[in-house]
């Protein structure tokens, strides 16, 4: 389904939906109370159905949860297409990874339905809803049959209305990274605080390790990439990603990334523009741009080159270096060694930045910028002229890459 409809369906069924729950809520609340239960819990679920780049933002919450309850069995609700990414990140089994696919309206409630019923046979008592004011999540934290429901809720602030079934709420804070965040929701699960978020800081969220790869996997992408484009042989190669994904308004301009990539490719580089099959049309407008000044200029098209995100992360350990805009990539790249440049505008790496030392992120600090926020489902009010990605000059960015490249290949301990 495309982002549009499914804002326009948790506009208009999650606001009916989110009152006639809470409705229910308050009346079980007042006619039939629950006692107050001071055990620890039992099985714990982690909603984060939409954002692949949050599941490596949100591995220090998973960490900390099983420090913090070893004897709870750690369950995630996602999106199908998500998974890889936790999989590899190896923070719950496998098994306890439960799917729901949004690629039609009738697929994502047979999914949902199966969801919730593996939810309840599990008897999980704790739902962690980590999305941002997102209404569908917000019901599956109800329909799990957890006790405890735990979730961004707006308080006194204007924001997105999900009901008051949520009983452990929390005040969503646009200062704070979302990772932090994302451990005050863990932390809210036995707090007893006014508002749950009141509990004492415990240090910054920590950098995910690297994902373990086979090393036969990386050998393959190199043996592979050898193979097909013979011109990069012994150049040290940089990736980018020029792709804005759902939301095109993130994307650096395509004349920027064209400036950038023949700096690179004059310096001695080899240059591959990666993303999905959906992005070739722009990749080969990249390559033919940069080509075109430079015929010889080893740059090539690897959209849709690697069949998984195993894949794309061996990847990233064969490059140097990647240059993106902000979107998944990036987050991903923290799992590996590589050096990373992100590019932010309509969204602010003071909630996003990748959590690594090895990544640089370029922000304008435009007026207007950050404009996609949890309070407008991410539905920029700007034009189409993205001025705080416009002014990011390629030279600047060129000239930090070139420190990256310079840096040591391996890092540091």
Not at 5 to 10: A, C, G, I, K, T
Not at 31 to 39: G, I, L, Q, S, Y
Request: charged share 15%; with cysteine; proline share 8%.
């Amino acid at each position: 389904m495309n982002i549009e409809l499914q804002r326009w369906m948790d506009r208009w069924a999650g606001i009916p939906l989110c009152a006639a729950v809470s409705g229910v809520e308050a009346l079980r609340r007042r006619f039939w109370p629950t006692a107050a239960n001071d055990k620890a819990p039992c099985a714990i679920v982690v909603i984060l159905l939409s954002e692949m780049g949050s599941l490596v933002l949100a591995h220090d919450m998973f960490t900390r949860l099983k420090t913090r309850y070893p004897d709870a069995q750690l369950h995630a609700l996602m999106f199908g297409k998500n998974r890889e990414i936790l999989d590899l990140m190896r923070v719950m089994p496998p098994q306890n990874v439960h799917t729901v696919n949004d690629k039609s309206l009738s697929s994502l409630l047979t999914s949902l339905w199966t969801a919730v019923r593996e939810l309840r046979r599990a008897k999980v008592d704790v739902a962690i809803d980590c999305e941002l004011f997102s209404r569908i999540s917000s019901l599956l934290s109800y329909a799990s049959g957890a006790g405890v429901r735990v979730g961004f809720h707006r308080h006194t602030q204007e924001g997105l209305y999900r009901g008051s079934h949520l009983n452990r709420p929390v005040p969503y804070n646009p200062y704070h990274h979302i990772s932090a965040q994302f451990l005050t929701l863990a932390r809210a699960i036995d707090s007893t605080a006014v508002p749950k978020s009141k509990v004492l800081v415990l240090g910054a969220p920590k950098p995910p390790p690297q994902v373990p790869l086979d090393g036969a996997l990386i050998e393959g992408i190199k043996n592979r990439l050898a193979q097909d484009f013979p011109a990069i042989a012994g150049k040290p190669l940089v990736l980018v990603y020029p792709g804005g994904g759902i939301l095109p308004i993130r994307a650096w301009p395509l004349a920027s990334y064209t400036t950038l990539c023949q700096g690179l490719v004059a310096d001695g580089c080899a240059v591959a523009v990666i993303g999905l099959k959906d992005d070739q049309p722009l990749a080969r407008q990249l390559v033919a741009q940069v080509q075109a000044s430079a015929p010889a200029s080893a740059v090539i098209d690897l959209t849709g080159y690697t069949r998984s995100i195993a894949e794309l992360l061996a990847l990233f350990h064969v490059a140097r270096l990647l240059v993106t805009n902000d979107g998944g990539p990036g987050q991903f790249a923290a799992l590996t060694p590589i050096w990373t440049l992100m590019l932010f505008g309509p969204e602010t790496p003071g909630l996003y930045a990748p959590l690594t030392p090895r990544c640089h992120s370029f922000y304008s600090q435009w007026p207007c910028s950050p404009c996609l926020t949890a309070y407008n489902h991410r539905s920029s009010y700007c034009d189409g002229d993205n001025q705080c990605l416009k002014v990011i000059a390629p030279a600047e960015v060129l000239a930090k890459a070139r420190e990256c490249l310079a840096a040591p290949v391996n890092p540091p301990a």
